[in-house]
């Protein structure tokens, strides 16, 4: 290492400011000599006094209480569409921009929802990171990405913030597809050190000269990755910055289900300590400083000091992150633009060849009375009220299936003193604070690690207990193909062994711990990153799991208590994000046991034979409704269990219907695979049986609205309806039964004749796009669309193509082919017609004709 770590002192200038001077006696005289002996660089930064501001409010808005309804002035960060417009700004108009910026999230997410209390604790973070480096080139990785909002704005995204999280709009968290400025797409935690560890070395082999900057959680720092790729870092010695943004909020705090979550693990207490411990800060600073200006013999004794100082003050040894091989400045407070600029500008300028640790001190919700005060810092948030902080949150007649969970699995636990839980600092979000308040020393928070809580759970097993693990669908995946165990010694000589903790400690000594995979499927607003589309697959693969997955509210209850039951073998059940369908719930809200590897029949038809599985069951029910009302009557089923099939009603099904089609909000390689693996072995697809799966397309589905991703992936009813129609041949029908659902604008269309254009008119002043769709032997010609602001063509013919357009649109026929005695007969022709009006879809049956 070109450098020694050091901590940046609260007050270095005057010997008195120690709390204890009488125990550093000895060292009278090197505190005479106080900081004139640091080295010229280091002696800038440590000028610097890390200064508090009173409850942590910001004066210029909290204090005049100035939110309102309407959007706040900003006439500086008016003139800021990037980065390189902060450039000329001093640092009183820094902080006058850090104001309105803060100002300006507030109002965005008021009218979106989404992350606001982590965006508001970084936000003269953000504007210190973007003054003083040069992104893009320079790269700024922002850890899970709840805290990009301001980042977003700065950089060029401030004119969509009003589309976050939407469909169509922009994403929560950073993505690289969205902005150059964004270099690396988040929303799982504690992987921005790794990947910006990789960025330096990659910058260095190509003999590049750019910065990279890591900015990291303390809950984050949780995680195993994040100390594998310190200490990987401190072994390359690359130069990068990590900047750990220590808030206090190493779970997430949830205020609907408990109040503040207190920090979890020794790290939160370690870093507590660090922010305390002045007296270790100041001595350490001085010998430093002796260190590099004498030399010689004394230089060894002051080593020897601080070392011996580290020691006897903090009890520790050393600091961790010392000893990973990282530069230690901090802590420093994150609200002081002045003392950012500073330190990071001479970091930024200081010649060193190693990884340098920020530790900076910021609070969740700054700037904003309501988030401040609130037990969750309001994390996430629906649309609400600035002047009043009141959320506008539906009331809906059921509860969540996270709560259900809870509910079912306290139910349990009241009956078996041997039921644990365990959750990866997710409390609130897999609902398991309820079963926390009940059974306090039963429930495990063991912060972002996934991979330990998985093998932890292991553990308990051996024991005898009952653990049951609810970690979100897409967070599993971290335990399951994330995991590796390290053993070292100051950061050199690593042995990595690559298992997977599901597979390696809990399928393979078939170890009976039970696996509550919340948000399985899409999950809207948080888009890909947390959509749960693959636990079906990678879980019913392992010989020794049970899968299942309830199609409502009460067959929770009953999976909850199956998991409970099985107690020679692991399993997992799966739940979607969401509100339950309003089933009722068993007695006592106390779940009964079902026979492993048993579906059952919920409708029986004829001909075709839809299986659900979980949730989409109830789509095969509505898609059932649909199709009924064209004379078919179908057969429903709900498998219940991925694995074990329920083979006697699969071969059942297969044998008395001419069409089988599985159905899952899942990816392939899922629950459908296994179905025709066994129909394939059992020899039932050598007869005329025709199978069909209808699951989540092979591409990750966008954030938006649930309804918007569901259309999307053709997941819908009318689209599993659609399906069957089309095996059947009735493709009229098939067609028709997808318009069913959407509005008719038949006011919208004039009849004309031989060519002459129908005027569709104004629709609400909002661009929209034209899809048309003849329902049969449609000739195919060119169709021209003439609008106020430009002219599209496109070819159309059976097939929907869609050209969007905007304004007054009308449409031309021309070039048409000979087989045109429809058009000019004056037959009636039917074209579908789709429109879009903000993020609000509308398709309808529009009839005119020619």
């Known amino acids: 290492m070109a450098l020694s770590a050091f901590s940046f002192p609260a007050h270095v200038n005057s010997v008195t400011s120690l709390e204890h001077p009488q125990k550093f006696s000895l060292l009278s005289s090197h505190f005479l000599w106080r900081t004139d002996l640091l080295p010229q660089s280091l002696y800038k930064i440590n000028q610097i006094h890390v200064k508090k501001r009173a409850n942590g409010i910001c004066a210029s808005l909290s204090e005049r209480g100035e939110y309102h309804s309407q959007r706040p002035p900003t006439p500086l960060l008016d003139t800021i569409n990037y980065p390189i417009h902060m450039k000329n700004l001093s640092v009183k108009e820094l902080k006058q921009l850090a104001d309105e910026l803060r100002s300006d999230v507030i109002f965005n997410v008021s009218k979106t929802g989404g992350h606001l209390g982590s965006s508001l604790g970084v936000v003269e973070l953000t504007v210190a990171l973007h003054y003083v480096f040069n992104a893009p080139q320079d790269k700024i990785l922002w850890d899970v990405g709840h805290q990009s909002y301001p980042h977003k704005i700065l950089t060029g995204r401030r004119d969509k913030m009003h589309t976050i999280r939407q469909t169509n709009g922009l994403a929560g968290f950073t993505k690289r597809s969205e902005s150059e400025y964004d270099c690396f797409g988040t929303g799982h935690s504690s992987t921005t050190i790794s990947a910006g560890l990789g960025m330096a070395v990659g910058r260095d082999l190509k003999g590049g000269t750019n910065k990279v900057v890591a900015v990291i959680g303390d809950g984050a720092m949780t995680a195993g990755q994040a100390y594998e790729a310190m200490n990987n870092a401190g072994y390359l010695d690359s130069d990068m910055i990590v900047i750990l943004n220590d808030n206090k909020q190493v779970s997430l705090p949830t205020a609907s289900l408990d109040g503040p979550i207190p920090p979890v693990g020794a790290l939160s207490s370690a870093l507590s300590r660090l922010q305390s411990n002045r007296p270790l800060r100041e001595l350490r600073e001085v010998a430093k400083g002796v260190t590099k200006q004498i030399g010689g013999p004394m230089h060894e004794l002051a080593a020897k000091v601080d070392e011996y100082a580290r020691g006897m003050i903090s009890g520790s040894g050393s600091t961790l992150f010392e000893e990973l091989g990282l530069y230690y400045i901090g802590p420093v407070d994150g609200h002081n633009i002045d003392d950012l600029i500073a330190i990071l500008k001479e970091v930024k300028s200081t010649k060193t060849t190693g990884p340098v640790l920020i530790h900076v001190v910021t609070e969740k919700g700054r700037g904003y009375p309501f988030a401040e005060r609130a037990a969750d810092k309001y994390h ?471």
């Open 380 to 850: 996430g948030v629906a649309k609400f009220d600035p002047a009043t902080g009141k959320q506008f949150k539906a009331s809906p007649s059921t509860q969540s299936y996270t709560t259900y969970f809870a509910e079912a699995l306290t139910a349990e636990a009241e009956a078996d003193k041997d039921i644990v839980a365990i959750h990866a600092a997710m409390g609130g979000g897999t609902g398991l604070n309820l079963f926390l308040r009940r059974f306090p020393t039963r429930c495990f928070d063991v912060g972002i690690a996934e991979q330990h809580a998985v093998t932890f759970a292991a553990g308990l097993a051996c024991e005898g207990l009952k653990p049951f693990c609810a970690i979100y669908s897409s967070f599993l995946q971290r335990a399951y193909d994330q995991a590796s165990k390290m053993a070292s010694s100051y950061s050199v000589n690593m042995t990595i062994h690559c298992n997977s903790w599901v597979v390696h400690d809990v399928d393979l000594q078939k170890l009976p711990v039970r696996f509550a995979m919340d948000r399985a499927g899409l999950v809207g607003a948080d888009g890909p990153t947390h959509c749960g589309a693959f636990d079906v697959t990678f879980m019913a693969c392992l010989p020794n799991m049970v899968v299942m997955a309830p199609s409502d509210e009460a067959e929770l209850f009953h999976m909850v208590a199956t998991a409970a039951a099985i107690d020679d073998r692991p399993s997992c059940f799966r739940y979607p994000r969401g509100n339950g369908v309003g089933v009722q719930l068993p007695p006592g809200n106390k779940g009964i046991p079902l026979e492993v590897g048993k579906g059952r029949m919920l409708i029986e038809g004829e001909r075709v034979a839809l299986l659900g599985y979980g949730t989409a069951v109830q789509s095969c029910l509505a898609a059932a409704s649909l199709v009924e009302r064209h004379g078919i009557r179908l057969t429903v089923a709900d498998a219940r269990f991925c694995k074990p099939l329920d083979h006697a009603l699969i071969r059942g099904l297969a044998k008395t219907h001419e069409i089988l089609i599985t159905v899952e909000e899942g990816s392939i390689g899922g629950f459908g695979s296994h179905v025709v693996q066994f129909l394939a072995l059992d020899g039932l697809l050598d007869g005329k049986l025709k199978w069909r799966p209808v699951v989540l397309p092979d591409r990750y589905i966008d954030h938006g609205s649930p309804a918007d991703q569901l259309v999307e992936a053709g997941l819908t009813p009318s689209h599993i309806a659609a399906t069957v129609f089309n095996i059947l041949g009735q493709r009229r029908e098939a067609l028709e039964i997808m318009s069913s659902e959407f509005k008719c604008w038949t006011s919208h269309v004039q009849a004309t004749h031989q060519g002459n254009p129908g005027n569709l008119g104004m629709v609400d002043n909002n661009p929209f796009g034209l899809y048309l769709g003849f329902k049969k032997n449609s000739p195919k010609f060119v169709v021209e669309f003439d609008t106020r602001r430009d002219a599209k063509h496109g070819d159309l013919s059976d097939n929907n193509v869609g050209i969007d357009v905007g304004g007054f649109v009308s449409v031309k026929v021309r070039n048409i082919s000979s087989n045109n005695r429809a058009l000019n007969s004056g037959k009636r022709m039917h074209f579908w017609i789709y429109y879009e009006a903000g993020p609000e879809k509308i398709r309808g049956w529009i009839e005119s004709f020619w």
